[in-house]
T-cell receptor, first 116, second 113 residues
């Protein structure tokens, strides 16, 4: 089955700790994205990557970091610098080759992060 | 910068009634337009999208949306609501040539029996 997997589904973090959220896709998509979802605010873009070894900041990149060493993987690290990390995090991917958002973005099931 | 407004954070309809979820965008140049649905604690699923061509777009689960340039709108409709339609719905837009989607705040749809 092709798709996007995110792990873990639930994650608990103590203040001051860094945590890494996993995102893997087997759709052979070039582009991958990380969003943060908070109640009543829709989805906000954290980082995106159009190609391996390259990524760009989104609208709310502060306190987050990413890497794109493999086409199928785009992990997100939530650092201790992120002041309010409790949220639902969604990873997405798209073909990306057309260079525009006409490509449908396919979403993973999400990771719910809670800071204790 | 492109922005999206979904009128009504919560819409409630009776089973069998018309569903109308509103979406307006800010760009003067017609963007690409999308509607996604999210069930509790899940990711988003594409319902439909408009990029070019016919302005009435049909999607999955009986939903459709009409792009109206003069009104900068892309409202989502379904003639007859079903209990399984209860979910959160997001409108999203992207400027032509842009890499990013901009999402609205979402509308939670409740279906009353």
């Amino acid at each position: 089955d092709g798709g996007i997997t995110q792990s873990p589904k639930y994650l608990f973090r103590k203040e001051g700790q860094n945590v890494t959220l996993s995102c893997e896709q087997n759709l052979n998509h070039d582009a991958m994205y990380w969003y943060r979802q908070d109640p009543g605010q829709g989805l906000r873009l954290i980082y995106y990557s159009q190609i391996v070894n390259d990524f760009q900041k989104g609208d709310i990149a502060e306190g987050y970091s990413v890497s794109r060493e493999k086409k199928e993987s785009f992990p997100l690290t939530v650092t201790s610098a992120q002041k309010n990390p409790t949220a639902f995090y969604l990873c997405a991917s798209s073909h990306g080759t057309s260079g525009g958002a006409t490509d449908t973005q396919y979403f993973g099931p999400g990771t719910r992060l809670t800071v204790l | 910068a492109q922005s999206v407004t979904q009128l009504g954070s919560h819409v409630s309809v009776s089973e069998g009634a018309l569903v109308l979820l509103r979406c307006n965008y800010s760009s003067s140049v017609p963007p690409y337009l999308f509607w996604y649905v999210q069930y509790p604690n899940q990711g988003l699923q594409l319902l439909l999208k408009y990029t070019t061509g016919a302005t009435l777009v049909k999607g999955i689960n009986g939903f459709e949306a009409e792009f109206k340039k003069s009104e900068t709108s892309f409202h989502l409709t379904k003639p007859s609501a079903h209990m399984s339609d209860a979910a959160e719905y997001f409108c999203a837009v992207s400027d032509r040539g842009a890499q990013k989607l901009v999402f609205g705040q979402g509308t939670r749809l409740t279906i009353n029996p």
